[in-house]
C-alpha cells in the first residue's frame, strides 16, 4: 500500500504495478503535483542562470546547482513516464 506525508498526500508508488491500486483522484492528483515539481524545477533552473549572469554565483555554485537540477528532472521525467501525461 502508499504511504501519506504529512500534509496527506499520496506518496508515488515505486513501480507501475502499483499504480491499479490507485484510484483515478490519486492518479490525478500525483500528474499535477508533479507537473508542479517539474515547474518549480525550471523556475529554480531560471534563478540559477540568472544569478550565474551577474556573476552573484561562482561557475563551481553555478555547476554543482545544474547537476542537482538535472537529476531532479531526470526523476520528474521518469515519475511523469510512469504516471503518463
Not at 483522484?25 to 524545477?41: G, K, P
Not at 533552473?45 to 531532479?72: C, P
Request: aromatic share 4%.
Amino acid at each position: 500500500m502508499f504511504a501519506a506525508d504529512s500534509v496527506d498526500r499520496i506518496l508515488m508508488p515505486t513501480n507501475t504495478e502499483d499504480l491499479a491500486t490507485l484510484s483515478q483522484a490519486d492518479l490525478t492528483r500525483l500528474r499535477i503535483e508533479n507537473r508542479a515539481w517539474s515547474s518549480e524545477i525550471r523556475r529554480n533552473m531560471a534563478a540559477l542562470v540568472n544569478s550565474r549572469m551577474a556573476k552573484q554565483i561562482s561557475h563551481e555554485e553555478y555547476s554543482a546547482g545544474r547537476k542537482t537540477a538535472k537529476m531532479e528532472m531526470e526523476e520528474c521525467d521518469r515519475k511523469m513516464a510512469i504516471l503518463g501525461r
